[in-house]
């Protein structure tokens, strides 16, 4: 139902434009005026956005760069204060070579090692929240944080075994998140020549560290900055608790091969830096609504321009179109009148341009039509006469036709088959005369017209006829102009078998020669002189509109009409030899009943 009145309501909007010029003229004029102005501000707005998207590209891709830097700088820092306790000759005696060896009492380095850890923490307190040192020597885990210092022979921590790895030889470097914006560095201390395991130290590093970094790269209020890990989860964020990009978007772009880069969608761009040897990421996101924010402005002033320019297209397409159209309109006034047979419409002040002269040629055509109006009246009432004549000129065939029906019908009753077979063939005959059928008829039809001819003659000639048929099957569906075979048998009569005293034949045969359709009609009759054959062969080879009617009146109509029907190529052709007989043989295409030709 929803679909049917949609349907209806667009017929509705397009109908005007489909059956009036003027609406047609506006609505080209507006698109004329409109359409280059809206191309030209999409063009504007699209080229103002890329240039903004590029420049976008561009300026961040050069923030991540530096920011990966300083982040490395700042890694690289945090590095060199664990690097300082492996240097410290106290707790770490034998790092360049020799077997680890402890230096004074257990006592003594408990305390110096707590001191030392304390002095690091005093230092680096605004980035450090927590340093813990693991002593293999020892055996023992130094922590120092801003309430205490302590040491335990508890190796098993939630996030590190240093048990574990203390029994190790593989060095260790890990960046582990702690949470609650602080992460932590976990390495091992390594002897240098053989890479043994002395103990390792944990830096718990507070994030805001890296706010300076994160600040720089964070140069649009509405983007997110924040720091991952390499499988996408979100590390640390300081502008917002909630991130607003999708987790699946930015692992997918973490996993990538390429490294940094960055992504473009229709929600912005992301852009992502790897830092610290991959093992965290800084990732920035600039919604779209960023880039069109800058271009509305372009786009505002070419929507109100444009807006500007269509109205006052659309004015001026409305006064121009209804002044062009007006006599349009007024002409076309004039000949819906005419149509409800309103001929006393006349336009009186014709203009002197093209329009101008459609009115005049209307005046004067107005004036034609009111002559042949007169004219068709005459004829009209002529051509009634015509057919009233015609249906009673009809009756008299129709009329014979019954009659010999009725007469053939006594004969029955009287037992006389014979005369019923003959005004049978008669009332035949008369029947296939006036039957209104087209033109062309089936091969097999005519060759029963001209049987029904043939046994008249037989009534008239006895047994002095013979009369052979033979006829391909696949011919009789053919299509052959009516009345062909019966004048040619007639002629057979008429011009050869009268006045020969020996017995008559006639041999009928049809058959079909590759795509055409060869009848030929015989008789042994007197034939025809040299003379006079040549004659009639000149006169069928005329075309069909130049043959002349003399004694071979009707074979000359029936090779007229095939010609006309089918091509020069067709018709008849005589071939007769003086006191020995006479050959017609028709040829016509084989062209079944309602095929076209």
């Keep these: 139902m929803r679909i049917k009145w949609v349907n209806h309501a667009l017929r509705g909007i397009v109908r005007p434009f489909q059956i009036s010029l003027r609406y047609k003229l506006m609505l080209l004029m507006v698109l004329i005026a409109v359409l280059p102005l809206s191309l030209v501000t999409l063009f504007a707005t699209k080229t103002t956005k890329h240039s903004l998207a590029s420049e976008v590209i561009r300026s961040n891709e050069s923030r991540m760069e530096w920011a990966a830097k300083y982040f490395d700088e700042k890694f690289d820092q945090l590095q060199a204060v664990s690097y300082s306790l492996l240097l410290d000759s106290t707790l770490f ?3 360049n070579d020799g077997a680890v060896q402890s230096e004074g009492t257990p006592s003594f380095v408990n305390q110096y090692t707590i001191d030392r850890l304390k002095s690091l923490y005093s230092a680096n307190n605004k980035n450090i929240a927590q340093v813990a040192l693991y002593l293999k020597s020892q055996n023992r885990l130094y922590v120092v944080d801003k309430d205490a210092g302590i040491s335990t022979d508890r190796l098993k921590t939630p996030q590190v075994d240093w048990g574990a790895i203390g029994r190790s030889h593989e060095s ?37 560290m890296m706010n300076s970094v994160l600040d720089m790269v964070h140069s649009e209020s509405n983007s997110e900055v924040f720091v991952a890990d390499a499988d996408g989860n979100v590390m640390y964020n300081p502008y917002s608790e909630r991130i607003a990009t999708e987790p699946e978007t930015v692992k997918a772009a973490l996993a990538g091969p390429g490294g940094q880069g960055y992504k473009e969608s229709k929600r912005g761009f992301l852009f992502y830096q790897p830092s610290v040897s991959g093992q965290v990421w800084i990732v920035k996101f600039i919604p779209m609504e ?73 005046n004067s055509m107005l004036g034609r039509i009111k002559e042949l109006i007169q004219t068709e009246y005459k004829a009209t009432i002529e051509k009634r006469t015509a057919q009233v004549k015609a249906m009673q000129a009809q009756i008299n065939p129709h009329f014979l036709h019954n009659a010999l029906q009725a007469i053939g019908g006594i004969a029955l ?18 029947r296939y005369t006036i039957r209104m059928k087209s033109d062309l008829v089936t091969v ?12 008249i003659q037989k009534l008239r000639f006895q047994s002095m006829i013979e009369v052979r048929i033979d006829a391909d099957e696949e011919c009789l569906g053919c299509t052959i102009p ?19 005293m020996d017995a008559w034949s006639i041999t009928i045969r049809v058959e079909k020669v590759l795509d055409e359709i060869e009848i030929s009609i015989a008789d042994n009759g007197i034939g025809i002189e040299e003379s006079r054959l040549a004659d009639i062969r000149r006169q069928l080879s005329q075309p069909a509109d130049g043959q002349e009617n003399g004694e071979s009146m009707g074979i000359s109509n029936v090779n007229a009409r095939i010609k006309l029907l089918f091509g020069d190529e067709y018709g008849l052709f005589i071939s007769s030899e003086w006191k020995a007989g006479t050959t017609v043989k028709l040829l016509i295409p084989a062209h079944e009943e309602g095929e076209k030709t």
């Excluded at 944990?202 to 994030?207: I, M, S």
């Excluded at 002033?301 to 001026?316: G, M, N, P, R, Y």
């Design 413 to 430: 009753s009287r037992n006389v088959p014979e005369i019923n077979e003959h005004v049978r063939a008669i009332s035949d005959l008369f």
């Design 290 to 362: 960023y880039v069109t924010e800058g271009a509305s402005s372009t786009l505002n002033f070419s929507l109100i321009t444009a807006l500007a320019f269509a109205i006052v297209a659309i004015a001026a397409s409305v006064l121009i179109a209804y002044i062009t159209t007006r006599p349009i309109i007024r002409l076309t006034q004039s000949m819906k009148a005419v149509e409800i047979q309103n001929f006393e419409v006349d336009i009186r002040e014709p203009r002197s341009d093209e329009i101008g002269t459609l009115e005049r040629r209307f």
């Design 172 to 208: 260790l470097n890990l960046l582990l998140n702690n949470g609650k914006n602080t992460f932590s560095i976990v390495r091992s201390m390594n002897r240098f020549p053989d890479r043994e395991v002395l103990g390792g130290v944990k830096l718990e590093v507070r994030w805001k």
């Design 93 to 95: 005696p034998n790092a």
């Design 482 to 500: 009516k009345f062909s075979l019966q004048p040619i048998v007639e002629n057979c009569f008429f011009h050869g078998l009268e006045g020969k």
């Design 444 to 455: 097999a039809d005519e060759l029963e017209h001209a049987r029904n001819y043939l046994q």
